[in-house]
């Protein structure tokens, strides 16, 4: 699924805000799960992969479960965004 859909997932189940935009890039950073550039080589591919065909990362349901798990908690959720 792409970026947004992860975001709307998220956001339904946690309390804090969680955008595609803002949150759902600084959690792919924080976590590592996806390169800076838009390539292939440094993706987990647990949660992230890159669609070569659009140029642009998707992202796996493991990564929404894991992302609301984390994120439920208010300390790691204050820890990525402040």
Known sequence: MKAGNVAFKVSEVIENKFSASYHHHRA???YEV????KVAEGCKT???QF???HK????TQ???DFLIKKLSEN????KIFG
């Open 28 to 30: 792919c950073m924080h």
């Open 34 to 37: 996806r390169p800076k550039l």
């Open 46 to 48: 647990k949660f992230c």
């Open 51 to 53: 669609d070569e065909a």
């Open 56 to 59: 642009d990362f998707v992202y």
């Open 62 to 64: 493991d990564w929404v």
């Open 75 to 78: 300390d790691e959720y204050n």
